[in-house]
């Protein structure tokens, strides 16, 4: 079954505790990319990545850092987390082809105290 | 900056009715997308509408794309409950396209009322 996976669904850390998103897919997307989603606000772009060791800032990226050294993986690095990163993060996958949509992972609830 | 604007953000409708969302984006694209999300849940794809004038239709929904005036409306037929969701467009202004800088609107919740 063609899929983005992200680990952890949900997750509770401290202030400045560095923490790391997972997202994989299995459909061989050349894109993949991470947003968080906030209410009021839809979905913003943090960073994204159009192959293997290149990536690219979003219209969100303070705070975040993120890595493609394989096709299947996007993680998402929070180095010192603080509150206003409290959000909902998706991860999302999509073809060269540009007839198709992007694929969204199930989500990260992330709650920084 | 590209800006995308949905109207209206709350919906609430009878059973049966109809109604349009609307989605207004500030650069030229020739992609949009509508996608839906429930409650808890991911963001699932309903249409991908491709060139000016596309139309897409599944089941109850109808969405449409005028890129010269750079609306897009994705309208509701005889509504039924479980239709009830929050409703996004999203534009990718790349020239490459490929879905891989989505701009989304706010969002549409709809709730559809017995």
């Known amino acids: 079954e063609a899929q983005v996976t992200q680990n952890p669904r949900y997750l509770i850390t401290v202030t400045g505790k560095k923490l790391t998103v997972t997202c994989s897919q299995n459909m061989n997307h050349e894109y993949m990319s991470w947003y968080r989603q906030d209410p009021g606000l839809g979905l913003r772009q943090i960073y994204y990545s159009m192959n293997v060791e290149v990536t690219d800032k979003g219209d969100v990226p303070e705070g975040y850092k993120v890595s493609r050294k394989e096709k299947r993986n996007f993680p998402l690095i929070l180095e010192s987390p603080s509150p206003n990163q409290t959000s909902l993060y998706f991860c999302a996958s999509s073809s060269w082809d540009s007839v198709t949509e992007a694929f969204f992972g199930q989500g990260t609830r992330l709650t920084v105290v | 900056e590209l800006k995308v604007e949905q109207n209206p953000l709350f919906l609430s409708m009878q059973e049966g009715k109809n109604y349009t969302i609307y989605c207004n984006y500030s650069?030229?694209?020739?992609?949009l997308y509508w996608y839906r999300q429930d409650p808890g849940k991911s963001l699932e794809s309903l249409f991908v509408?491709?060139?000016?004038?596309a139309v897409k239709q599944e089941g109850r929904l109808m969405a449409s794309l005028d890129t010269k005036a750079r609306l897009s409306t994705l309208h509701i037929t005889a509504a039924v409950h479980d239709l009830s969701a929050t409703y996004f467009c999203?534009?990718?202004?790349?020239?490459?396209?490929?879905?891989?800088?989505?701009?989304f609107g706010s969002g549409t919740q709809l709730t559809v009322l017995p």
């Open positions: 509408l491709l060139s000016n004038g």
């Open positions: 650069t030229t694209s020739d992609r």
């Open positions: 999203a534009v990718d202004p790349s020239l490459s396209g490929s879905a891989r800088q989505l701009t």
